[in-house]
């Protein structure tokens, strides 16, 4: 089975700064993928960023970053530069590949609000 | 693309009454999926197809829920008799084959079901 934790309800940042947004992830699969989704006020789930479990290198995808520490089964989110339409509520998801049977498992989520 | 379809946006109906909530995937997609988000257990996978044959129904919280896909581009999720309990956001999803290697799951702006 998979868990996923997002032990943080919510965080504030102050716009044009950085923030990281922490997730931490429970698989017993050796391939797996992660991914941040981010659920506006118009409650649409939109990917922001995807990390390949076999990848070392960290995925990158414009202002937004993670640090994917897979010994400690963690998985950040950085957004640089925020912009007030980063407010959002933003998801940690991992889906373990074991075939067609796989699930994609979302944490609680954390809500961010970034402030002018 | 018009991306996946959901309707209704929104639905109030009284306990007991039958609810219907339908979705068109992306079309060339063959996978589907059914998510509930509620505050207490955040998003929950509750079914999903594969050219149009239910994969894993495992998440479907009782008999009273029920899912059918007749065709590639149209499912429909039905809640008969409706309970207050069952107020939520659902979502649709959809990907393409080999979603499970972690190709990207493309959701719905949601159904917000309130059963009061």
């Known amino acids: 089975a998979q868990t996923v934790t997002q032990s943080q309800p919510e965080m504030s940042v102050q716009e044009a700064e950085t923030v990281t947004l922490s997730c931490t992830y429970d698989t017993s699969e050796s391939n797996y993928y992660l991914f941040w989704y981010k659920q506006p006020p118009s409650r649409q789930m939109i990917l922001v960023i995807r990390?390949?479990?076999?990848?070392?290198q960290n995925a990158t995808e414009n202002r937004f970053s993670v640090n994917f520490q897979k010994a400690a089964k963690s998985f950040s989110l950085k957004i640089s530069d925020s912009q007030l339409g980063d407010t959002a509520m933003y998801f940690c998801a991992s889906l373990s590949y074991t075939g067609a049977n796989s699930k994609l498992t979302f944490g609680k989520g954390i809500t961010l609000s970034v402030r002018p | 693309d018009a991306g996946v379809i959901q309707s209704p946006r929104h639905e109030v109906t009284e306990m007991g009454q039958e609810v219907t909530l339908r979705c068109k995937p992306i079309?060339?997609?063959?996978?589907l999926f059914w998510y509930r988000q509620t505050m207490m257990r955040g998003l929950e996978l509750l079914i999903y197809f594969n050219n149009n044959v239910p994969i894993d129904d495992s998440g479907m919280p009782e008999d009273r829920f029920s899912a059918k896909m007749p065709n590639a581009s149209f499912s429909t999720l039905k809640i008969q008799p409706s309970e207050p309990r069952d107020s939520a956001v659902y979502f649709c999803?959809?990907?393409?084959?080999?979603?499970?290697?972690?190709?990207?799951?493309?959701f719905g702006e949601g159904s917000w079901l309130t059963v009061v």
């Open positions: 079309s060339g997609h063959d996978y």
């Open positions: 990390q390949e479990a076999y990848k070392q």
């Open positions: 999803a959809s990907s393409f084959y080999q979603w499970y290697s972690g190709n990207t799951i493309y």
